[in-house]
């Protein structure tokens, strides 16, 4: 049944992509004719994937990749270079980083809980400030919560049921674990992150 849905749903989503595409085309071609392209930044992002039929699952609200990770593609011409991050950044980290690339440190107010990431992404050097080593993750206005790590995906609903995969040994998210299943530390962060 979920196959015969995707298949149903498939070019519907992929017709909403293409529009998507071009219209960000016609983003691009009106900056290059007011002369303005290489004076603004461009972010391209959304705010949920699409599981589209795997795991059995449509839409979204859920910590499997397909519907958790995001692009956050930013085009800033002079600045950015050519590269591919392995960075969790969350949405209060956005509005920070984007004051910073414009260089407006000091307009970002203190009661900004994100942190200004626009001097490694515009540098690529992390020397100075580490990548986030998780991502939270709020569903169903707060009722499922969970958290991403590099390495591991965490979810619980208020009823207490549990998701956890080990995304370097399953990266496709197919042997749910639980916390005992994993070392201690790592469990020990999860939940205090929690």
Same mark, same amino acid.
């Given at each position: 049944e979920?196959?015969?849905?995707a298949?149903?749903?498939a @070019? !519907?989503? !992929?017709?909403?992509?293409?529009?998507l595409?071009?219209?960000?085309?016609?983003?691009?071609?009106?900056? %290059?004719?007011?002369?303005?392209?290489?004076?603004?930044?461009?972010? !391209?992002?959304a705010?949920?994937?699409e599981m589209?039929?795997?795991?059995?699952?449509?839409?979204?609200?859920?910590?499997?990749?397909?519907?958790?990770?995001v692009?956050f593609?930013v085009?800033?011409?002079?600045h950015t270079k050519?590269?591919? %991050?392995?960075l969790m950044?969350s949405?209060?980290?956005?509005?920070?980083?984007?004051?910073?690339?414009m260089?407006?440190?000091?307009?970002? @107010? %203190?009661?900004?809980e994100g942190?200004n990431?626009?001097?490694?992404?515009?540098?690529?050097?992390?020397?100075?400030?580490?990548k986030?080593?998780?991502?939270?993750f709020?569903?169903y206005n707060?009722?499922?919560?969970?958290?991403?790590?590099?390495?591991?995906? /965490?979810?619980?609903?208020?009823?207490g049921?549990?998701?956890? /995969?080990?995304?370097?040994?399953? @990266?496709y998210?197919?042997? %749910?674990?639980?916390?005992s299943?994993?070392?201690?530390?790592?469990?020990? /962060?999860?939940l205090s992150?929690?």
């Amino acid at each position: 049944e979920s196959r015969e849905k995707a298949e149903a749903c498939a @070019p !519907f989503y !992929f017709a909403n992509v293409t529009g998507l595409d071009k219209q960000l085309g016609r983003v691009f071609q009106a900056l %290059e004719e007011s002369g303005e392209a290489d004076n603004t930044i461009v972010i !391209f992002t959304a705010d949920h994937g699409e599981m589209m039929g795997s795991q059995g699952r449509f839409g979204k609200l859920v910590l499997y990749e397909e519907a958790y990770c995001v692009p956050f593609m930013v085009k800033y011409p002079g600045h950015t270079k050519k590269s591919q %991050e392995d960075l969790m950044i969350s949405p209060v980290d956005i509005m920070p980083t984007l004051l910073g690339m414009m260089g407006l440190n000091e307009q970002i @107010p %203190e009661t900004v809980e994100g942190k200004n990431y626009a001097q490694e992404i515009l540098t690529g050097n992390w020397s100075t400030q580490p990548k986030p080593k998780s991502a939270l993750f709020l569903g169903y206005n707060n009722r499922i919560k969970g958290l991403r790590t590099d390495r591991y995906s /965490f979810q619980i609903d208020n009823d207490g049921d549990q998701l956890l /995969f080990d995304r370097e040994t399953d @990266p496709y998210q197919q042997t %749910e674990l639980t916390l005992s299943d994993i070392p201690k530390a790592d469990s020990d /962060f999860i939940l205090s992150e929690l």
